[in-house]
């Protein structure tokens, strides 16, 4: 049996491990984007890269035998999840998705929801003037055309190119994140709004609850929905019995 998990994500190097533990005949490749120099490798076969979109990753399932895909992608990678749909969709190779549950509001949350980046930054003029920006490198032209007088701590795995805020510090970090440590963060650079995608799960996490703590707004951004009639389960073990039957 021929898995293909379309990784980037911790679930998704858990998934491959458990696969390798508990299924040794199993052939399993991750697949990832290649945007990060330095990724945390699963065991099985790699590749790195892109697939020529849905058309090129159909052929490469008929080329390479896949009997099943596991999207366990980021939640916002889009286009690849658009195209796993319609490559399993044009080759009949079932097609799972793993996605980790989105962040709920708690008491004391000051939430204000945005269906895109572009959203988020259209709202900011009105919470806030000293922005931490923790959606990722990709995706800060968003933000470049903004009112002069926002500044943005920009948290990131590598360091963003252009476009971008002309106005801005880079934090290099990966998480998980301590509460502690994004308390200090929102402190040493006077964070009044903190703006974040919908990724859900507990690794960055702790922003939110320290933004609660200091009554900093948060812009999160939504999760695009997964289409209608895909399987979809919330964690690595509800994927592996799925795999497994």
């Known amino acids: 049996m021929h898995v293909l998990i379309l990784g980037g994500t ?10 390798a533990a508990g299924r040794p005949h199993a052939r399993v490749t991750t697949s990832l984007a290649g945007r990060v ?4 490798t699963p065991p099985g076969e790699l590749r790195v890269g892109g697939f020529g979109g849905a058309e090129g990753l159909a052929d490469w399932l008929r080329a390479h035998a896949v009997d099943a895909v596991i999207d366990a992608t980021h939640p916002f990678a889009g286009t ?3 195209n796993a749909e319609q490559a399993a969709a044009a080759t009949g190779v079932p097609l799972l ?39 990722g490198r990709m995706g800060l032209a968003a933000f470049a055309d903004g009112p002069d007088d926002l ?10 190119e252009p476009p971008h805020p002309p106005r801005m510090d880079v934090l290099l970090d990966r998480g998980p994140f301590t509460l502690d440590g994004e308390r200090r963060v929102l402190a040493r650079y006077r964070i009044d709004v903190l703006v974040t995608k919908d990724s859900g799960g507990a690794a960055t996490a ?3 609850t320290a933004a609660r703590e200091a009554g900093v707004p948060v812009v999160v951004v939504r999760r695009p929905p997964v289409a209608e009639g895909v399987p979809v389960v919330a ?4 994927a592996l019995r799925w795999v497994t039957g």
Do not use: C, M, N
């Open 10 to 19: 911790a679930e998704a190097r858990r998934l491959a491990e458990s696969l």
């Open 37 to 40: 120099a330095a990724p945390r």
């Open 80 to 82: 690849i999840s658009r």
């Open 97 to 135: 998705v793993l996605r980790r549950p989105g962040w709920q509001p708690v008491a004391g949350d000051l939430w204000h929801e945005a269906g895109s980046l572009t959203e988020a930054a259209a709202l900011l003029p009105s919470l806030g003037r000293r922005v931490f920006l923790t959606t």
């Open 151 to 160: 500044w943005f701590l920009v948290r990131s795995v590598e360091p963003p």
């Open 206 to 208: 702790p922003k939110l």
């Open 235 to 238: 964690d690595p073990e509800a």
